[in-house]
């Protein structure tokens, strides 16, 4: 590894004093880093362009936080080693296809909870819908009952004037 970066939510969560250690690839043993003191930011980056480190694994230790309650919270740790161009590209098709954090997957995810949005919008409307037709059909109903009325009585009339002009219309 040739760069390394840890990335704190704030400097009042982070780290203020913590040792960071690899486990050396080489010899198999732990080997300091380097020891941070009275660090107040959100992000730390160490450089080893000089010097790159061969590593299995990394630690870190807290001895301190800015935090009043003592907890700390580490956001995200970033190491970076140099790679030719065939590295780096290998390493972007596998940053952009990653099925938990890739690129691809954000968007399939993004996709996926847009068209659940729009789907529920279709129920929606579908609902609403059914609710207007039940509606006209309700008024439309009420109003071949009231034609109905108006016939029978309109009948009702001209039978009584037939009668009253003594069966002639």
């Given at each position: 590894?040739?760069?390394?970066?840890?990335?704190?939510?704030?400097?009042?969560?982070?780290?203020?004093?913590?040792?960071?250690?690899?486990?050396?690839?080489?010899?198999g043993?732990?080997?300091?880093?380097?020891?941070?003191?009275?660090?107040h930011?959100?992000?730390?980056?160490?450089?080893?362009?000089?010097?790159?480190?061969?590593?299995?694994?990394?630690?870190?230790?807290?001895?301190?936080?800015?935090?009043?309650?003592?907890?700390f919270?580490?956001?995200?740790?970033?190491?970076?080693?140099?790679?030719?161009?065939?590295g780096?590209?290998?390493?972007?098709?596998?940053?952009?296809?990653?099925?938990?954090?890739?690129?691809?997957?954000?968007?399939?995810?993004?996709?996926?909870?847009?068209?659940?949005?729009?789907?529920?919008?279709?129920?929606?409307?579908?609902?609403?819908?059914?609710?207007?037709?039940e509606?006209?059909?309700?008024?439309?109903?009420?109003?071949?009952?009231?034609?109905?009325?108006?016939?029978?009585?309109?009948?009702?009339?001209?039978?009584?004037?037939?009668?009253?002009?003594?069966?002639?219309?």
């Open positions: 590894m040739n760069r390394m970066s840890l990335y704190f939510p704030s400097s009042d969560d982070s780290l203020k004093d913590f040792t960071v250690e690899f486990l050396n690839s080489e010899t043993q732990w080997e300091e880093l380097r020891n941070t003191e009275g660090n930011s959100d992000m730390v980056s160490y450089g080893f362009m000089s010097d790159p480190k061969t590593a299995d694994a990394i630690r870190i230790t807290a001895k301190a936080t800015n935090a009043k309650d003592g907890k919270a580490l956001l995200d740790v970033q190491v970076f080693e140099e790679t030719g161009l065939a780096r590209l290998n390493q972007h098709t596998t940053e952009l296809g990653d099925t938990q954090f890739g690129f691809l997957k954000t968007m399939n995810d993004e996709i996926q909870e847009s068209l659940r949005d729009i789907e529920e919008q279709m129920t929606n409307l579908e609902e609403k819908l059914t609710a207007k037709e509606a006209l059909w309700r008024r439309f109903t009420a109003m071949e009952t009231a034609m109905s009325k108006l016939q029978g009585q309109g009948d009702y009339f001209k039978n009584m004037m037939k009668s009253l002009n003594g069966g002639s219309e």
